[in-house]
């Protein structure tokens, strides 16, 4: 049986020119990145070329990246950074400002702030997932330190209006971060021109190592480091750096823009056929999130008379592999708290499933996935 897969969202596989890009950093080159000898400036010199490029290509200072493990810690060093950061008033009420449609990794940290005296305001979405800039301006009649906003849900695939809220924190001068770990590598973003004082991005959803990502923290923001230690990335994420990683991730962001606008075209392409495919073949279908501003390769739709889990398992055995929600946090049987805070019914969002294209992703694929799904599903309805 051939296995098809449209769980890109989840993670991506390595492409071969990263992992031979990697491959000396692995072996010969393997010195300390912070010794003076000869080995550890040989690991510098990679390591700083790899900040250089992906500096180039996200349009920023390389003094202005900071080497995480992912995008997890990027969201955490952003919120806890930013709302105990040096020089803050001690006797002023940390206050953030995020959404209810964010991922786990920023709703969750943000919300543990609470146990540590600060104060937490989640912002609603509408029924595509979307935050309003109206909404964000009257949150901020009251001072924050901090609003966060994705870019792009890494479930329902819906676009917020990054530059607009942006501009609407910078105007009520609070810090904007936003998680864009779905976007990097996939849609267009220039920091140069984007109202954002940080960003977080993860190498493996753009076909890059796992275990590697980054954080954009614009020049003149603060923040108390998560990672204590030695002085490493400016003194604000201490740990011997992850050279190898940081190649990888600098070729696979190479890779992922050289080929960006041809890519996107065509992965949408894919994605509007799936759609328009399933639509056809099978009753019941609701597409989730918002029908043109979504990411190119997101496909989340909720099945009428369906259970969600029956039809990820009998998918999977019929050889497709995608998701019933967040890759963090599938194996939960709660409905997904994206599609109830956008107000899908309890029922239908237990019901929803996420098929994400990628760049290998054929028509192929997608043709045969529509006419599995429909079985699985007739199968599941009885």
């Known amino acids: 049986m051939r296995r098809i897969y449209l769980d890109y969202a989840a993670t991506t596989p390595i492409h071969p020119e990263v992992r031979a890009a990697m491959m000396p950093y692995l072996n010969d080159v393997f010195g300390n990145a912070s010794s003076v000898h000869s080995f550890g400036r040989e690991a510098r010199a990679a390591l700083d070329a790899a900040r250089d490029t992906i500096a180039s290509l996200l349009g920023c200072q390389a003094s202005e990246l900071v080497f995480t493990s992912g995008g997890s810690e990027a969201n955490n060093l952003a919120i806890f950074g930013a709302a105990f950061a040096p020089g803050r008033r001690q006797d002023a009420q940390p206050r953030v400002v995020t959404a209810a449609a964010e991922h786990h990794s920023v709703l969750n940290t943000a919300l543990a702030l609470r146990d540590l005296g600060c104060r937490v305001d989640v912002l609603p979405v509408d029924r595509y997932g979307m935050v309003s800039p109206d909404d964000l301006r009257r949150a901020l009649r009251e001072p924050a330190c901090l609003v966060s906003v994705m870019a792009a849900n890494n479930e329902v695939g819906t676009l917020q209006p990054i530059a607009e809220l942006g501009a609407v924190a910078r105007e009520h001068g609070a810090l904007f971060h936003t998680d864009a770990v779905q976007a990097v590598g996939t849609i267009p973003l220039d920091l140069g021109s984007l109202p954002v004082d940080m960003l ?143 107000g899908v019914p309890a029922q239908l969002a237990a019901a929803a499933l996420r098929f994400s294209l990628g760049r290998p992703t054929t028509r192929e694929e997608v043709e045969q996935a529509v006419e599995i799904i429909a079985q699985v599903v007739q199968r599941v309805r009885g």
């Open 200 to 342: 977080s991005f993860s190498a493996h959803k753009f076909h890059g190592p796992k275990g590697m990502g980054g954080l954009f923290v614009r020049t003149g923001v603060r923040l108390r480091p998560l990672v204590i230690g030695g002085g490493q990335e400016r003194e604000r994420r201490a740990g011997t750096e992850n050279v190898a990683g940081a190649v990888g991730m600098a070729q696979a962001l190479r890779l992922a823009c050289d080929g960006m606008a041809q890519d996107e075209a065509r992965v949408a392409g894919l994605r509007d056929g799936l759609i328009s495919g399933l639509m056809e073949r099978v009753e019941g279908v609701h597409l989730n999130g918002h029908p043109t501003l979504r990411l190119p390769g997101n496909v989340n739709v909720s099945f009428d008379k369906a259970d969600g889990e029956a039809l990820l398992l009998g998918l999977d055995l019929a050889g497709v592999a995608c998701s019933s929600g967040s890759a963090c946090t599938s194996g939960a049987i709660d409905p997904s708290h994206v599609l109830l805070a956008m």
